[in-house]
């Protein structure tokens, strides 16, 4: 495993202000999603703080401590088109943008952090020209092989220069669940700004804190997600930076997502009012001040002890329990619920994580099938957020006489009667 370099930064990334105030301290992690390998899994893993802050000033809540990025993408393993569903979610998204914003055939798109191009082959369907940047070399060289020229880097000011030198300027450029994971967010930002077009736009997904908050999702804090957005900080991250926000909207992916579409300053469309109406709302929640985030504390504590009770007892009266999930969340939640002895093995759809062991406590990850061999009681649902389509795809546990466990938000047993 390489040397990782930790930063604290106790200025505000966005807006430069020392006025940060901690608001939720988590326990000290491992890289949430360095699973190791058998050889590996007597070496201790090292574990590094993880907090969340808020800007006074400007309301941008952040993680304070940052493991350098280079390294965290280092085993990047995500490939998209590994996730049942997302092509046609992504057939719908190109459709969506192309047919809302008008854009003729040739029309250039710039994907950024493309990972497979399974996004990129929605537009190029619908005729446009596409490129895109990816940082995971594998990745990016199988996405160019197979007809979606990628660029292997991180996206940057030069990477712009070189895009608009060999494609011209992007009349689309997109930003799918990633824009969250840049450390440097305003040179980013400031790049796009360079590459977009006279009439292009930046379209962002990327999780919708306040939405997330209020279905007590704090797993989704691990040391690969800088920034907790809202609409209002957004806001500001593109007006620095030569752009303007002219439409966001709440979507439902991740427990909570926002869609937001920006334009280079004084471009040719109107601001929506649906920029300032979530603004609005944003404050009427309080999601600037401290006090919100105390009571949330309180929540997730509430919501953990409600838990531990119950592994308690069942544990008292020998029930046998597995958990289900092996990802970032999964590992934050693990770590902070304190639930490492609980469970004797994780299971996982994803092989990639098969035949690993977890991040610091080194569970061993199996395939689903040894559910189903091994019949142990209880299936903790760490992927509660998906909890949904894991009881669908598993009925067959129930009927074997297993129960699932839901964690949160609210905590739930679900049985077979
Ligand atoms: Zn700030």
Redesign the pocket.
């Known amino acids: 495993m390489e040397k990782q370099i930790l930063r604290h930064d106790k200025q505000?990334r966005?807006?430069?202000?020392s006025s940060i105030t901690t608001v939720l301290k988590l326990k000290d992690t491992p890289l949430e999603d360095q699973f190791v390998r058998q050889s590996q899994k007597n070496i201790p893993q090292p574990v590094y703080p993880l907090e969340l802050a808020i800007?006074e000033?400007?309301?941008?809540v952040h993680l304070p401590y940052i493991v350098s990025p280079e390294v965290s993408y280092t085993d990047y393993v995500y490939v998209s088109s590994v996730t049942v569903g997302l092509r046609n979610h992504f057939d719908v998204y190109a459709e969506e943008i192309v047919s809302a914003y008008a854009f003729p055939n040739n029309s250039l798109i710039v994907d950024l952090g493309s990972n497979d191009g399974s996004m990129l082959a929605s537009f190029k369907r619908l005729g446009l020209r596409v490129v895109g940047v990816e940082p995971a070399k594998a990745i990016a060289t199988q996405a160019t092989a197979s007809g979606l020229p990628t660029i292997n880097d991180f996206f940057t000011n030069e990477v712009a220069s070189q895009i608009v030198q060999d494609f011209g300027q992007a009349n689309v450029i997109t930003a799918n669940y990633m824009y969250a994971n840049i450390d440097d967010v305003l040179g980013f930002t400031k790049a796009v700004s360079k590459l977009l077009a006279a009439n292009g736009i930046f379209v962002v997904q990327t999780g919708y804190h306040p939405e997330q908050m209020k279905i007590k999702m704090f797993d989704y804090i691990y040391h690969e997600h800088f920034s907790y957005f809202t609409v209002e900080v957004l806001k500001n991250i593109f007006s620095s930076n030569g752009l303007e926000l002219i439409h966001a909207a709440k979507t439902s992916p991740k427990g909570g997502s926002v869609r937001i579409v920006g334009q280079l300053k004084n471009g040719p469309r109107p601001i929506d009012s649906s920029v300032d109406e979530l603004i609005h709302e944003e404050h009427t929640n309080n999601m600037r001040s401290v006090m919100t985030y105390l009571s949330y504390a309180n929540e997730i504590n509430k919501a953990k002890k409600e838990l531990i009770d119950l592994l308690q007892t069942l544990k008292a009266s020998g029930k046998r329990i597995v958990g289900f999930g092996a990802s970032h969340s999964t590992t934050t939640l693990i770590y902070n619920f304190e639930l490492e002895a609980f469970m004797e093995y994780l299971v996982d759809d994803n092989k990639l994580k098969q035949g690993k062991y977890s991040p610091g406590y080194h569970l061993p990850v199996y395939s689903i099938e040894k559910l189903y061999e091994d019949k142990p009681d209880y299936l903790l649902i760490l992927a509660w957020q998906h909890g949904g389509s894991i009881m669908q795809r598993h009925k067959a546990f129930l009927s074997l006489g297993g129960k699932f466990l839901i964690p949160l938000p609210n905590l739930k047993v679900i049985n077979d009667d």
């Open positions: 505000c966005i807006c430069g202000s800007c000033d400007c309301g941008y």
